[in-house]
């Protein structure tokens, strides 16, 4: 099974900053890596796919990147509507997701 | 616009199977192209891949799940189904369908999710 390990666990941060969120995979998974926001009482919502592919409708400060064992969610200028919870999820062997980072406000 | 409702009780025995149905509108299971998938929430938790079906009848299980599990489709009613035998506390979670796009899966669409609790 491959295991994805997401840091911070929580994060604090204003609205303006730049947020950063790393998921590191247990072995590679090349580039299958996807992002998801949470908010409270919803379901996720998929922002990225393939690592650094924006998904439609998603606004362009998200972006992602890395490959291998090592990817990086940035949101450029933190907004009041992103404060949620960021999950990562693998798609190379099967499929498994981070324990998630709740970006809170500070 | 697609959407997934999941359907089925919300209360569930210890050892007995639970069953949950996720009904597709607004696209066609049987046009192929995605995989048809379960993810569960336990309770202020992370999210757990369940496993997922093609609509020819493929599976793919969560390894630590894979001995009670059993997805299955039916293209006539658009739906999807997940039964999960055995239960116990430890399944208490939000169950969610979920749209996957074959190329990876990606989940594009998701249910509202349904709660189920174990419990006698």
């Known amino acids: 099974d491959i295991q994805m390990t997401q840091s911070p666990s929580t994060l604090s941060a204003s609205v303006g900053d730049r947020v950063t969120i790393t998921c590191r995979a247990s072995q590679s998974i090349n580039s299958w890596l996807a992002w998801y926001q949470q908010k409270p009482g919803k379901a996720p919502k998929l922002l990225i796919y393939?690592?650094?592919s924006l998904e439609s409708g998603v606004p362009s400060r998200f972006s992602g990147s890395g490959s291998g064992t090592e990817f990086t969610l940035i949101i450029s200028s933190l907004q009041p509507d992103d404060f949620a919870t960021y999950y990562c999820q693998q798609y190379d062997s099967y499929s498994s997701f981070g324990q998630g980072t709740k970006v809170e406000i500070k | 616009q697609v959407q997934l409702q999941e359907s089925g009780p919300g209360l569930v025995k210890p050892s007995q199977t639970l069953s949950l149905s996720c009904t597709v509108s607004g696209g066609s299971i049987s046009s192929g192209g995605y995989y048809w998938s379960w993810i569960r929430q336990h309770p202020g938790q992370g999210l757990e891949w369940i496993g997922y079906i093609y609509y020819i009848g493929s599976t793919y299980y969560n390894p630590s799940l894979k001995s009670r599990i059993n997805i299955s489709v039916d293209t006539s009613k658009n739906q999807f189904s997940l039964k999960l035998r055995s239960v116990t506390a430890a399944d208490t979670a939000l169950y969610y369908c979920?749209?996957?796009?074959?190329?990876?899966?990606?989940?594009?669409?998701w249910g509202q999710g349904s709660l189920v609790t174990v419990s006698s």
């Open positions: 393939k690592a650094s």
């Open positions: 979920a749209r996957g796009e074959a190329a990876g899966p990606v989940f594009d669409y």
